[in-house]
RNA sequence: GGAAGGAUGGCUGAGUGGUUUAAAGCGACGGUCUUGAAAACCGUUGUCAGGCUACGCUUGACCGUGAGUUCGAAUCUCACUCCUUCCGCCA
């Protein structure tokens, strides 16, 4: 949610943002009527209200009944007044929210400016430590049925299309990479939280994801239920409506979630394979900061995301987003891709993004310096760390051998229960 | 799923239609006293939104949420949410 003191005052610069996003500056006219309006409206119906209670008070003192009487009369017109006035306002507030809840974030000033995708920036490429493939590499979903890793039709005949089970040491490499990162994000500062899958529709739209992405939720038909699509749904609203003590910023928090996605997806995109799913898994990273604080976590957050692909010895790049690719409330984002000789791809495993105040101002998450101090927003940063599908991917096909068995990363043996897989 | 009870400020807790401007206590913060600390005493103590030549003053809203009754609601009515306890069911 952008400051509507903001959007009052600096309207040039709230519709140079939507331009540079590629969106429609439309609704931006309509929302500075509406809060003119809606202030008119406000100081007529105040002014009403403080002669009813001063009025109340006098009529609740008087002695002489037709005095009493008439006073009665004259407060119920006023009341009339007011309730006209304030179903107005009601009427504004909610036009005026819902406008308002519909613009995404302003950019820092660092996000370049592009039309779509193909404007993102390269920063820099990173060699991994792991052997580079000689041989024609085989594609994770192959090295996956040959080892027994990935079984395809059984997860077809449970769910449908792009659903898929791990089997014995897939769902181990899986587990053990789960396991495994969220012991690193421990080492680099991060506390862990087991959070519900299941968040109520409030939660979604503090965190952003409502109304806009209503269209890519799953929902309980019955109970206000909604399966989280990322781990940072509930992790914004973890510290929803309090104030935190300065004295705990920054907050650095990771937690592991499946994730769900109501995607759709075309026939002949990613289908190959465990790449894009309905449910993924991940680990995620995610701060609350002192808005001065951000820009280092942001940075922070994107060399421990780094680290992880590192101790993996995989090669990896990272993409700066251009405005027009950006997500609806971030300021700026990394992406990390990692390379995957199998697929011939970068493969996107971890976006880390800069929210500033603009879910803290949804949820109500503020901070105040010292005692007596006035509240702050908060700034918010999320960054997974890493995606699940892809990073497994990742792991199997740099990590395969001539032979068709993979070995495993010396970082994960110890989770995983061996160093090689392969055909039993 | 059934039954009963509850929800008031940072915490405890009073208030059942108009001196409530939400009592009192605790805590926290500031001060006096002290070599220093404690004790004692004095003072301050929420959030949100308006307005005002504005580091302050002022108006309104907020007693779980939303409606309603009334000149006036923490207080009365209705609906809902959540919590606690008991029963049932269950991993």
């Not at 920063?123 to 890793?149: I, N, Q, Y």
Request: glycine share 8%.
């Amino acid at each position: 949610m952008l400051d509507i003191n903001l959007i009052r005052k600096e309207p040039d610069a709230v519709r140079a943002m939507l331009t540079a996003r590629g969106g429609s500056a439309n609704s931006l006219d309509a929302i500075l009527t509406l809060d003119v309006q809606r202030r008119e409206i406000l100081t007529q119906s105040e002014v009403l209200r403080a002669t009813r209670n001063t009025v109340s008070k006098e009529i609740g003192r008087m002695s002489d009944p037709a005095e009493r009487e008439a006073r009665k009369m004259e407060m119920r017109s006023v009341g009339d007044q007011i309730t006209a006035l304030e179903a107005d306002l009601g009427g504004i507030e909610t036009q005026l929210a819902d406008l308002t809840a519909a613009l995404p974030n302003m950019l820092d000033p660092r996000t370049p400016i592009g039309p779509d995708e193909d404007h993102n920036v390269i920063l820099r490429v990173e060699k991994g430590s792991a052997p580079e493939v000689t041989f024609a590499p085989k594609m994770h979903d192959e090295l996956g049925v040959a080892l027994d890793m990935i079984d395809f039709e059984r997860g077809v005949k449970l769910s449908g299309s792009r659903f898929y089970v791990l089997n014995g040491w897939g769902a181990r490499l899986q587990r053990g990479l789960i396991a495994w990162m969220l012991d690193l994000r421990q080492e680099q500062g991060y506390a862990e939280r087991y959070l519900p899958f299941m968040v109520k529709q409030q939660t979604l739209f503090a965190a952003g994801q409502l109304p806009k992405f209503r269209d890519n939720l799953y929902h309980d038909a019955e109970e206000d239920f909604w399966l989280v699509p990322t781990a940072e749904v509930p992790l914004t609203n973890l510290h929803g409506d309090e104030i935190l003590d300065v004295a705990d910023l920054p907050r650095l928090y990771c937690a592991y979630t499946p994730c769900f996605r109501r995607e759709k997806m075309s026939a002949g995109k990613d289908v190959r394979g465990i790449k894009r799913g309905h449910q993924f898994d991940k680990v995620e990273m995610y701060a609350f900061t002192r808005p001065e604080d951000s820009d280092a976590t942001l940075e922070k957050m994107r060399a421990d995301a780094e680290e992880t692909l590192r101790k993996l010895g995989l090669t990896y790049r990272i993409k700066q987003l251009c405005s027009g690719d950006l997500g609806f409330g971030s300021r700026i984002t990394y992406d990390l891709e990692v390379w995957s000789p199998g697929c011939s791809e970068w493969l996107e495993v971890s976006s880390v993004s800069n929210v500033g105040d603009f879910q803290a101002r949804r949820a109500g998450i503020r901070f105040r310096r010292e005692k007596g101090a006035k509240v702050e927003f908060v700034h918010t940063l999320n960054g997974s760390g890493l995606g699940l599908p892809r990073t497994v991917i990742a792991v199997m096909e740099n990590y395969q051998q001539a032979d068709g068995s993979i070995v495993v990363p010396e970082v994960l043996r110890k989770y995983v229960g061996t160093d090689v897989i392969s055909k039993k």
